[in-house]
């Protein structure tokens, strides 16, 4: 019987051995990653979760994609023939699924960025850390947040505000555009305070936030404001414009002297996903707006541009920005001619951006940053806030800085201008310097181009932009909130007309 | 054989340590306790086991009762024993009813009845056994016999249509187990899959477990039957049992068949010049110029995109066992090897499943202890298709070629659309050939069961069992492009590979006495699990080497580009108390009970702990007098009722913790990339457990020595607490998946009924069983008031089934425009301004005036209202026939295929009797064809309109399908005897999928859907395969 004895006295040991009363079985920490109660205790932290609000920059729906559709191919400037039919009716004021790809990522991407900076706003004022370090990204955080918040309210109008951490159980509420504007104000003035006049490259400075804050006052008519604005941005002589135009849009001469604030984007990373290692930095939109055989072409550039972008330098020449902003035969793309790409002679493309000065190709992961605000265009919103406040005469020597760029040459304005004259005037030179640089959105509203059936008819000629025929006032201003929003918040009432 | 005695003490704790594998609660019946009673001297005894028709029956076994002293039949069915004058012969084969004879003088003839519909089997109930008949809950157990017929990789498929509350869809595609729900979705977002049970080893996956090698598979569905599994058994367990070898002189069988294989069916698309026609029909009520393919198809290519991706697959299935047992007077053993291979090539190009399988199961009894083993080892190597194939087959335009040499510069040779033939869709073939999806999964799944009976009431079981998986992804694609929609990313290989391990331990005290009337067997146990996963994986990128299917170069030291890498690991555990009760008085009363508490570390602290339980009351009427008396033909009656509840926590690691994400990042200088970290998802706070309760009231049925069987079964179930992810306001900043919130409330109800027939006497023997299931699914609560969960096409609310179709409704075809301007709704606004006659009409269900998302409605049609399956089998001198036809009916389908293709604004190809609205064609159902983009807003706004996602694409799903047909022939005896070394031998010829009868336009109505929510919607998926396979069944 010792066999038997012996099993079982081997039973009870794998008795033992199978249930080795370990306390803490059920204790498991995830190892992969720290948790949030243990993170946000130190400076490095505080950075971390800065440079990681900074990063929601580069999503899809913020700058590396989705919004240029909406900015720039949305309006009068682009257009676009996509064989992805919803997404070319996405710019053509034709939208039926209002969880549409392009309308939903930037809503959700800019979020994204809210909550990041919603973190930081609540959690690095307890840590210990260096006070002047901890007053500067504090305000970095509120830069940003008013950024996406700017975005959201000139898209979405009536956007969800949303200012502490989320939970799963948050139910924000929804502001008017006033109120998101206020909010908008309120986050700016705060980063224009505590933001350093010079700061790291790539981040934002006291200029980034001044400038921005006098971009959104321009969009309230608060012309004083923001020409109060531009002063101390000019006047800080921190800025100036580069002699080469084209630096302003090449991987070559970044963070220059003329970038108030850019989107950072890299090419090094060329891996998948978002937020994890080796994930990509880079910008998508060259893919996206690239002539055929090289890009998507979803994006295209509308052909009245050549004839505004049309003055001669002084030496005769066409004005050098037409063919930088634009693709138009026989220029060659991306090496080749026209006839090689069996492109017709008509098509016209967007060039700003493309990388076809260093490279024979486009991928997602171009290296070329987003000039968010050039000073460029702080000096042509100077003069038109100095006009709208009867300045004219003022803004003329603005507007011939941009003219006069070395690189570009134009003839200088001599001519006396009425108030309105420069309007006209301003108008074209910004189509001439900033077109495709997502400022036309705001330029048609601040102008009011969208607010009555007379200006919708100009832009809508066969000429201009036939897309306006579907634009519709009171509704097309804004992109319909998301589908998942509206169910998931009992909050959220869908814009006017959708 | 005294050898054989001193090896199991260094085996016991060889296998508890180095091989955790463990042990089953099976067929304990089997082994009963034992009694080491020392054998009066024992004489020779000869004998004669024939079956019904009396032919002598092979492979019987024969034990002297109470001892371990056994053989088996030979091939004639003829035994000798040495057992002492007055003992009983126990006489037992798997499909017969055991018999006991006593020892008389004289050669013994027995003739062994087969077991009608296994009445008197025993049943797995958790950690007890129970005879059938004494059985109050909801089981089922599937006739494996015939499911085996079915040539397919898995046991999953093989099973639809033979049992009821059990839902099963498969797909073509090779290497994908199939979806099984077990009486509805339970759960929202907790999982809805069952718990698979095999020999003891708790298990999600038993794709790689080879069907031959299954026994007995049983169907838990009611609490009472599976609460015992508490946090597991929520979605219902599926308890299989694997062979093994029988005591007597070793036997090897071989099983063998191949064949052909081809999707059931296709889409009939327009070929280039039908195409063409409907564009510019579209083209030119949109006033635009044709493109170029659109004016010219001659000009252009004529491509069957379909049969360009299609083939004819082939499938071999080869299996070899060799099994066995010994038996002497103080212990017994057991033993089967049994190896399988599984090949299938996919009838989608580039697609392909093999499988390698191993099994080992063995047992020893030797006097008051007893163990078992049983572990598999699989090999399976599968190529994936990629892409959606049978979706862009059918976007992909006629004018576009396979093949474009001159395409460039990205020169990987595919057509994939111009201008002139304008598409978003991907070259099929292209995607199955330029990337390279594969897996290699080593998976082991073992368990041992040991167990030492202290008295013959009292037992001590220690059951360990483990699963181990090794994996090997690779992902390697060549650069080159195949959309004028993908991004030409650099060619890049990605290599995941990892280890999941699982690890179970219980520990039962078992009593199981029998006291005067009253039959008690209680336990009581503690159980640990413990599973691990551990992932690492890379990615490198530009490889030189871009030949379309290129494999050499393909290893992440070649790649010339950025790399990266990834890996994490999980882990989780679980420990649990629990005890199980089973009672009769006079086998006429019947009584359960279980109880479990359950740990997770899935959950936080507070949480951790959750109570399952149930109870189940029997009554078999057929015992008491009166009924004997007043109704002899009536050989079984018995009522039950059990009610009880258990939980799910099927929700993924950690997820009550919120994380830092460490890789938010971003290059300030333009170039180096620095490093951020913040919170980027949102926690489930607070989560615990999801509960279920059951309710279950069945009457099951013999007449006529159960020739003729019936049951029924009704059932309520309610989850509560349901873990859900509640749709989030994307303004929370929470992207993808949400959190977990236990907020849900669901309810399943559903009928079963399953009856059948069997006669097996005489010459000619043949059976029916049919059986049909009802369920009927509602949402109780969501998160909030008001809260529902969009997905799609569908959208999940309170009152509605879990992924209800949320559609706008589809209200015909303007014929006229005085339709169309009379279509007003009360306040006098016309609805579609835009419309022209041809342009489909909507109903503004909220009377607003417009057409828009706010007027869509539900529609309750994603579930099939019922299922059903019928199957017959017959048998007459050798020949043997069987058929299955099994169905569904009472559900609607979102056909995405056809709503892609009916859309005439954005490119795809057309059904080929597609026929748009003309004037000449006034059609009621189609709207005109009309290009997007067209030339005033009214045509845009229209063909917008027209090419909505609405119930115009909700088709009836219903069906009913030829899914088996098997004949067979066994070569008589008498023939084979004559061949040396062969004992049995049968061909047979096996159709799958042969008829299908359905109003469904696509070509398979029963289809996978991998989204939870979407279940109702095809999304092209891969049609089911239609297979011819020939076979053979040797016994040596």
Request: charged share 15%; proline share 5%.
């Amino acid at each position: 019987m010792h066999f038997y004895k012996r099993t079982a006295a081997a039973l009870l040991g794998a008795l033992a051995l199978t249930t080795g009363c370990q306390k803490d079985l059920l204790d498991k920490v995830n190892p992969n990653s720290p948790t949030v109660g243990t993170f946000w205790q130190t400076q490095t932290d505080a950075a971390a979760g800065v440079t990681a609000a900074y990063s929601a920059l580069q999503f899809p729906g913020t700058y590396a994609r989705w919004l240029h559709f909406a900015n720039d191919i949305r309006s009068d400037e682009g257009y676009s023939l996509s064989p992805w039919t919803d997404l070319a009716n996405f710019t053509r004021f034709v939208q039926f699924d209002y969880d549409l790809e392009p309308t939903r990522v930037i809503w959700e991407d800019h979020y994204r960025g809210v909550f990041r900076c919603n973190q930081i706003l609540a959690y690095v004022p307890a840590i210990q850390m260096d006070a002047a370090m901890q007053k500067t990204l504090l305000a970095e955080a509120h830069f940003l947040r008013g950024m996406y918040y700017f975005n959201l309210v000139t898209h979405f109008g009536n956007v969800a505000m949303i200012l502490e951490p989320s939970t799963v159980t948050s139910s924000p509420m929804q502001a008017t555009v006033e109120e998101g504007m206020a909010q908008v104000v309120s986050d700016l003035q705060a980063a224009v305070a505590d933001l350093p006049v010079a700061n790291d490259v790539g981040h934002a400075t006291k200029g980034s936030a001044e400038a921005l804050l006098g971009r959104v006052y321009m969009q309230q008519h608060k012309w004083a404001e923001a020409s109060a604005l531009f002063t101390t941005v000019i006047n800080s002589g921190k800025y100036a414009l580069v002699a080469n135009y084209l630096d302003n849009f090449t991987i070559a001469n970044e963070n220059n002297s003329e970038s108030v604030f850019e989107v950072q984007f890299s090419s090094v990373n060329q891996g998948g996903g978002q937020d994890v290692a080796g994930a990509s930095e880079g910008f998508e939109r060259a893919q996206f707006f690239g002539p055929p055989g090289i890009g998507w072409t979803d994006g295209r550039a509308r052909p009245w541009l050549l004839t505004e972008i049309s003055e001669k330098t002084v030496s005769g020449a066409d004005d050098p920005r037409r063919d930088i902003t634009v693709f138009h035969y026989p220029m060659l793309l991306f090496g080749q001619t026209y006839e090689q790409r069996n492109v017709p002679t008509t098509d016209t493309f967007w060039h700003k951006y493309e990388d076809d000065r260093t490279q024979n190709f486009e991928n997602y992961f171009s290296g070329i940053n987003f000039r968010v605000i050039r000073y460029a265009d702080v000096l042509l919103m100077q003069a038109e806030a100095l006009n709208e406040l009867g300045q004219t005469a003022a803004a003329v020597p603005l507007i011939n800085q941009v003219r006069q760029r070395p690189s570009v040459n134009l003839t200088p304005l001599t001519a006396t201008f009425s108030q309105a004259q420069m309007r006209t005037q301003i108008m074209h030179e910004r189509v001439c310097e900033l077109a495709g640089e997502g400022t036309r959105w705001l330029d048609l509203n601040r102008w009011g181009l969208l607010k009555s059936q007379g200006t919708l008819d100009v832009l809508k000629a066969p000429s201009h932009d036939p897309d306006f025929i579907n634009f519709v006032i009171g509704k097309s201003e804004y992109l319909p909130i998301t589908r998942t929003d509206l169910t998931a918040d009992r909050n959220l009432k869908q814009n006017p007309g959708y | 054989m005294k050898k054989l005695l001193l090896s199991p003490r260094y085996l016991l704790p060889a296998l508890v340590c180095c091989l955790p594998s463990v042990g089953v609660a099976h067929s304990l019946a089997a082994y009963r306790p034992l009694v080491t009673n020392r054998a009066p001297v024992a004489d020779p005894v000869t004998g004669r086991v024939t079956d019904e028709k009396g032919e002598g029956l092979p492979g019987v076994t024969v034990l002297v009762k109470g001892t371990q002293n056994g053989t088996s039949t030979n091939a004639n069915g003829e035994f000798t024993l040495d057992a002492p004058a007055g003992a009983t012969l126990v006489l037992s084969s798997v499909g017969y009813t055991t018999q006991e004879v006593a020892v008389t003088s004289g050669p013994l003839t027995v003739r062994l009845v087969q077991d009608n519909q296994q009445l008197n089997e025993v049943v797995v109930l958790g950690y007890v056994t129970q005879d059938r008949q004494n059985l109050s809950s909801a089981v089922s157990s599937v006739n494996v016999t015939e499911a085996q017929k079915a040539p397919v990789g898995t046991i999953g498929e093989a099973i639809q249509g033979r049992t009821t509350g059990v839902l099963i869809n498969n797909s073509g595609n090779p290497g994908q187990a199939p979806n099984i729900v077990i009486r509805g979705l339970g759960s929202i977002n907790g999982g809805s899959s069952p718990l698979y049970v095999v020999d003891g080893l708790w298990t999600d996956n038993i794709r790689d477990i080879n069907p031959t090698d299954i026994d007995q598979l049983t169907v838990l569905k009611d609490a009472s039957s599976t609460s015992i599994y508490g946090s597991r058994g929520a979605n219902g367990v599926i308890i299989i049992t694997t062979k093994r070898g029988k005591v007597g002189k070793p036997t090897i069988g071989v099983t063998a068949y191949a064949g052909v294989q081809n999707t059931v069916s296709r889409w009939k698309l327009t070929n280039a010049a039908q195409w063409a026609a409907i564009e510019r029909q579209a083209y030119t009520n949109a006033g635009l110029p044709f493109p170029g393919s659109v004016a010219n198809p001659e000009n252009y290519a004529d491509t069957d995109w379909q049969s360009e991706i299609l083939r004819t697959g082939t499938v071999q299935d080869y299996n070899v066992n060799l099994g066995g047992g010994s038996t002497g007077e103080k212990y017994s053993t057991n033993f089967l090897v049994s190896g399988g291979v599984f090949s299938q090539k996919g009838a989608l190009i580039g697609t392909d499943f093999n499988r390698y399988t191993l099994r080992l199961n063995s047992g020893l009894t030797a006097g008051r202890f007893k163990i078992n083993e049983s572990v598999q080892l699989a090999h399976a190597f599968t190529t994936l298709a990629n892409g959606q194939p049978f979706q862009d087959a059918i976007r992909l335009l006629p004018t576009i070629p396979v093949y474009n040499p001159s395409e460039s510069p990205y020169t990987a040779g595919y057509g994939y659309g111009s201008p002139a033939a304008n598409t978003f869709g991907t070259n099929p073939v292209g995607s199955q050939t330029i990337e390279t999806r594969t897996q290699y999964n080593n998976r082991i799944q073992g368990s041992v069961n040991a167990e030492y009976s202290f008295f013959d009431f009292l037992s001590y079981r220690l059951n360990l069992g483990v699963e181990s998986l090794d994996y090997v992804d690779r992902d390697a694609r060549r650069f080159g492009r195949i959309s004028q929609n993908a991004p030409t990313d650099p060619s890049f290989l990605t290599e995941s590979r990892g280890d999941n391990t699982f690890l179970l331990a219980e520990n039962i005290l078992n009593f199981n006495k029998r006291i005067g009337e009253h039959g008690v067997n209680v336990l009581v146990g503690y159980s640990e699990q413990r599973g691990k996963n551990t992932n690492t994986g890379a990615t490198a990128r530009s490889f030189v080497n871009n030949a379309p299917g290129a494999q050499d170069g393909y290893v992440l030291d070649a790649g010339t580009g950025t790399t990266s890498v990834f890996g994490n690991v999980q882990e989780y555990s679980k420990r649990s108390y629990f005890t199980q009760l089973v009672y009769d008085y006079k086998n006429k009363y019947l009584v359960t009970g279980s109880f479990r508490r359950d740990g997770s570390s899935r959950f936080a602290p507070e949480n951790r702990y959750g109570n399952f339980g149930a109870g189940s009351l029997g009554w078999r009427i057929s015992e008491e007098d009166f009924l004997k008396n007043s109704a002899p033909f009536i050989s079984n009656l018995k009522a039950r009722v059990s009610y009880g509840v258990n939980g799910n926590d099927n929700i993924g690691n950690y997820s009550y913790q919120g994380v830092i994400n460490q890789n938010v990042n971003y290059p300030f200088n333009g170039q180096d990339v620095n490093n951020g970290q913040i919170q980027t998802s949102l926690a489930s706070n607070g989560i615990k457990w999801e509960s279920r309760y059951t309710t279950n009231y069945g009457l099951d049925l013999g007449l006529l020595d159960n020739r003729v069987t019936f049951s029924v079964d009704y059932y309520t179930s309610t989850t509560k607490d349901a873990l859900i992810f509640p749709t989030l306001a994307a303004a929370l900043g929470n992207p993808g998946q949400p959190p977990y919130q236990n907020i849900g409330q669901l309810q399943n109800r559903g009928f079963e009924f399953q009856a059948g027939y069997q006669q097996n006497k005489g010459a000619f023997t043949y059976g029916v069983s049919a059986n049909l299931s009802t369920v009927k699914n509602n949402v109780l609560q969501l998160a909030q008031e008001g809260q529902v969960i969009g997905s799609g096409a569908t959208q999940t609310a309170v009152g509605h089934p879990v992924g209800a179709f949320f559609l706008i409704p589809f209200d015909g075809v303007f014929q006229t425009q005085d339709e169309v301007n009379s279509y007003k709704n009360a306040a006098g606004k016309v609805i579609e301004p835009f419309a022209q006659p041809g342009d489909a009409r909507y109903r503004d269900t909220n009377g607003d005036g417009q057409i828009n998302d706010d007027d869509r409605v539900y529609y309750d049609t994603n579930i099939p209202k019922l299922q059903f399956g019928l199957s017959a089998n017959a048998a007459y001198r050798g020949v043997d026939l069987s058929f299955l036809i099994q169905g569904a009916s009472g559900n609607q389908v979102f056909n995405v295929a056809r709503s892609t293709m009916d859309r005439t604004d954005d490119p795809s190809n057309f059904r080929a009797d597609f026929a748009p609205w003309t004037p000449d064609n006034r059609s009621t159902t189609t709207p005109r064809a009309l290009q997007a983009g067209g030339a005033t807003s009214d045509l845009q706004a229209a063909a917008g309109s027209n090419s909505r996602g609405s119930s115009r694409f909700l088709e009836d799903g219903s069906y009913g399908r030829l899914k088996n047909v098997t004949v067979g022939y066994t070569v008589p005896k008498q023939i084979i005897s004559n061949l040396r070394g062969f004992s049995s031998l049968r061909v047979y010829l096996t159709g799958q999928n042969l008829i299908t009868a359905t109003k469904y336009s696509g070509p398979d109505p029963e289809f996978v859907n991998g989204n939870f929510f979407q279940r109702g919607v095809d999304f092209s998926a891969f049609p089911n395969l239609r297979t011819y396979t020939g076979g053979i069944q040797l016994g040596f």
